[in-house]
């Protein structure tokens, strides 16, 4: 990274990610992503937002929009982001990312943005909105990040090619006009590793918000009742015993799921099973997710019944990522040629 000679010695790395307002997260983006961040806040100066500017790249109720993104907000403070240590924000209330991006978007190639796989996808899938939003995604996508001079991203598989892209535009930005832009690295906490949950109707498949059989997924805000019975109809086989292995992707979810919350390996929870049947593991994992989501849920309903202060900490976090990227678009400014205002 480039520093300047004035930079203070001990400046923390900086992290930034984002999540779009989509929904209630599933089970898997909390314990695949979500509960991961809370405790890099200790060591890292730490920016997430709720990327609603990326949420209209497909078409939107706004008053549902405009729900989910409250809502989005709201639970990544239940999940124990805390609006003191990081700045938490809404990407649409700092103009700088939209500015940014219109730059980045001048230093981005069409062929580079034509290949995107996310691209390919959506507009298979959106094929009547194929939106010029949706192509330049990814120019978006890297302002968010190149604004804060991001050091580290914490990103899932699937957004692996928008980091890699982010840094070629970072790359060629700085090749063009000298060091101005940090070139973020992907960020995957050790305790990330491997915990991958699938959906549980279908343990070939990862769970998703968009599942379509909503059995298959466990919303973070899903009553108790509701997630017993979800584990309790989760898919697994024929041969009733609590161990991994070939065909038993069901179980081996479920050990996964278990074992993010109780620390225990999967010799530890085989052991602890052996001898007992499908429904007495899968009532335990059920039990176990309950117990571990209920002081996040908790919180949940506390922030939603207190929107002034929901209010106040949107407001300032906007405040705060503002100060920060508008040193960086400055720079990207005079460098490109803009005349100073
Ligand atoms: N595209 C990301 C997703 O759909 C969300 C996102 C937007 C993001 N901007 C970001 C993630 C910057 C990391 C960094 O999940």
């Not at 192509?135 to 804060?148: K, S, V």
């Not at 040193?327 to 005079?334: G, I, N, Q, V």
Request: a positive charge; charged letters at 25%; proline letters at 6%.
């Amino acid at each position: 990274m480039e520093q300047t000679p004035a930079a203070p010695r001990e400046r923390r790395k900086i992290i930034f990610s984002a999540i779009q307002p989509t929904g209630v997260f599933t089970l898997g983006n909390y314990i695949g992503a979500v509960r991961n961040w809370p405790p890099l806040q200790k060591d890292y100066d730490c920016l997430y937002c709720v990327a609603d500017l990326h949420a209209i790249t497909v078409r939107q109720d706004p008053a549902t929009l405009r729900r989910n993104t409250l809502e989005a907000y709201a639970l990544l403070m239940a999940c124990g982001l805390d609006p003191e240590k990081s700045i938490l924000f809404i990407q649409s209330h700092n103009p700088d990312h939209a500015q940014g991006a219109w730059v980045l978007n001048c230093y981005t190639q069409f062929g580079e943005l034509s290949r995107m796989t996310q691209f390919k996808d959506k507009s298979a899938r959106y094929a009547d909105n194929i939106n010029a939003g949706l192509f330049t995604y990814p120019t978006l996508m890297a302002a968010d990040i190149l604004l804060y001079q991001t050091n580290f991203v914490p990103v899932g598989e699937d957004q692996r090619q928008h980091l890699e892209i982010t840094r070629d535009i970072a790359g060629r930005f700085n090749g063009v006009y000298g060091p101005t832009l940090t070139v973020p690295e992907a960020f995957i906490p050790k305790a990330e590793k491997g915990a991958r949950i699938m959906s549980l109707q279908d343990p070939t498949r990862k769970m998703s918000k968009s599942d379509p059989n909503p059995k298959g997924l466990v919303s973070i805000l899903d009553e108790p009742g509701v997630i017993l019975k979800k584990f309790r109809s989760a898919v697994t086989d024929s041969e009733a015993r609590v161990a991994a292995g070939p065909g038993k992707e069901g179980i081996a979810n479920l050990m996964g799921i278990y074992s993010v919350f109780t620390g225990k390996d999967f010799a530890a929870i085989q052991e602890e099973f052996a001898g007992k049947g499908y429904g007495d593991f899968k009532t335990a994992v059920g039990e176990t997710v309950i117990q571990a989501l209920e002081p996040v849920q908790r919180r949940y309903k506390e922030l939603m019944a207190d929107k002034a202060y929901l209010e106040d900490c949107y407001r300032r976090g906007a405040q705060q990522a503002a100060r920060l990227s508008h040193r960086t678009l400055e720079k990207m400014y005079k460098r490109v040629g803009f005349l100073h205002a």
